[in-house]
Each structure stands twice: as structure tokens, then as C-alpha cells.
């Protein structure tokens, strides 16, 4: 089955299943830091989905547009599930935030090597 399947979407589904475990896991099972670390964490989350979704060749434009898409929809989720979690404003922005940083380091990543000689 895998020989069917684009290989290179094998990372994005890997990251995408652990994303969602770690947005939708009960909220007694999240371990707690620093006020606000889990805004990094949100922003690394969706830059290895951003990442990870144009080394699947799929266009900046629709990584951005699913990515920002899942992002609102996830926080939704989280503040009307009984899963004792809040959606929040603040976590869709960092979410956006990894976006870019996914997309921006995509795009250096992609350009080939440039040595001066």
C-alpha cells in the first residue's frame, strides 16, 4: 500500500497524528510549564506541519490556507469538547505565527546550495 502512496506525505501524516494527540489529550494529562510555554509549543507544532506539508509538495498557498484552517477549527474544538480544555485566541496566533516560520524555513531550505567559488 505504501508504494501507492507519495512517500513524502508520509512526515506530514506523522506529524499531523501527533499534533492532534497533542491538541485534543484531556487537559489533566497536559503537563504544565512557564505561563505561556504553550505558545512555543503551539508555534513549533504548526511549523513542523508547515514543514512537513511542502515537503509534500503541496503549494505555500494551501499549506497556509489548511494549516490556518485546522488551526482555528482545533481551538474551537478544544473550548467546546468535554476534553477540559480552553480554545484560545492567543494559541491561534502562535499557531499562525509557526506558519510562517514553517513556510519561510521551507522556502530556504528548498534553494540550492550557493557557494561563491
Known amino acids: 500500500m505504501i508504494d501507492r502512496i507519495d512517500r513524502r506525505f508520509v512526515p506530514l501524516a506523522i506529524a499531523t497524528v501527533i499534533v492532534l494527540v497533542m491538541l485534543f489529550s484531556p487537559g489533566s494529562t497536559v503537563p504544565s510549564g ?10 513549533l507544532m504548526f511549523t513542523a506541519l508547515a514543514l512537513t506539508s511542502r515537503y509534500a509538495r503541496i503549494s505555500a498557498a494551501w499549506t497556509a490556507a489548511w494549516l490556518l484552517a485546522f488551526a482555528a477549527i482545533s481551538e474551537v474544538l478544544q473550548g467546546s ?3 477540559q480544555r480552553s480554545g484560545s485566541v492567543w494559541d491561534a496566533a502562535a499557531d499562525a505565527v ?12 528548498a534553494r540550492p546550495l550557493r557557494i561563491p567559488v
Open 34 to 43: 512557564p505561563e505561556n510555554s504553550d505558545k512555543l509549543t503551539h508555534a
Open 81 to 83: 469538547l468535554p476534553i
Open 98 to 109: 509557526g506558519i510562517v516560520i514553517g513556510l519561510v524555513l521551507a522556502r530556504v531550505l
